[in-house]
């Protein structure tokens, strides 16, 4: 008797236990005929209700997420691997040659230059090369302190800054060809300040720049004489420059021919 009474007290508190609980908060748990393990409860603002479902079995009570929700890294995930796709099917394109080519403007300096002759652009080209240590196509700061230096000018860190700026186009901090070809262009009409650093640099180059473009020509019919004189002008040194190819390949077969000689004499 003791032992029934005993039971019916525990299970009775246990009942009242549970209700307290379920007056406290909403019951999670449970199965409901009508939506298969969904339990709805009202909104706190009233009008709408909201369903929570709880997984049974394997994942119950271990807070997982709902299938309708995806984790943040999964989304991580799904853009590298779109990146990835989008650079490898690029990369097969440029394979299969059918991607686009992505434009590309040649600089050509006699064209772009026609005041200078081919002999002065060479001249500043092989200038420019033996400046750029780097041998990445470009003049740095660094690089141009160093010519300035070697050329007996030396320039102040803000001196350097401002001559690259005077002709940095593309706004890169460094001066390529073009832009150096500028400097030559701009000391040629007269744009530079006789006291300034790309003054000097065209100065102490040593490369005669001092000769009137087509802008100094009064007029169109000058103008046009002008650039009939140039074009004569750059067909010589053409002609001039392959004649002298042609002479060094002769006098390279004469050595040739002669060592051959030489050589057959030795062996007999």
Not at 98 to 112: G, I, L, M, S, Y
Not at 125 to 142: H, N, Q, V, W
Not at 187 to 214: F, P, Q, T
Request: net charge positive; glycine share 8%.
């Amino acid at each position: 008797m003791a032992t029934q009474e005993l039971a019916l007290k525990l299970q009775r508190r246990l009942r009242l236990e549970q209700e307290s609980e379920a007056g406290q908060r909403p019951q999670q748990n449970g199965l409901d005929g009508e939506n298969c393990g969904l339990r709805t409860e009202p909104a706190r603002d009233g009008s709408r209700s909201r369903s929570r479902s709880r997984s049974w079995g394997r994942g119950r009570g271990r807070g997982l997420p709902a299938s309708g929700e995806e984790p943040p890294a999964k989304e991580l995930t799904a853009n590298a691997d779109s990146e990835l796709k989008a650079q490898l099917n690029r990369r097969q394109s440029i394979h299969e040659g059918t991607a686009r080519p992505r434009p590309t403007k040649v600089f050509k300096p006699f064209t772009e230059f026609p005041e200078f002759s081919r002999r002065q652009i060479k001249d500043m080209e092989s200038l420019f090369r033996r400046y750029d240590s780097g041998k990445d196509g470009y003049i740095d700061l660094m690089e141009l302190k160093l010519m300035m230096e070697k050329l007996g000018a030396p320039q102040t860190h803000l001196g350097l800054k401002n001559m690259i700026k005077e002709v940095d186009e593309d706004l890169d901090s460094k001066l390529s060809f073009r832009e150096f070809l500028l400097i030559f262009r701009k000391a040629a009409s007269g744009e530079l300040e006789e006291d300034s650093g790309l003054m000097s640099l065209a100065k102490l180059s040593e490369i005669n720049v001092a000769i009137e473009g087509v802008k100094g020509a009064k007029n169109f019919f000058e103008a046009k004489v002008h650039a009939l004189a140039l074009t004569s002008r750059f067909e010589a040194e053409i002609k001039a420059e392959q004649m002298a190819r042609k002479q060094e390949e002769e006098e390279r077969r004469q050595r040739r021919a002669l060592f051959r000689e030489r050589q057959a004499t030795f062996s007999q």
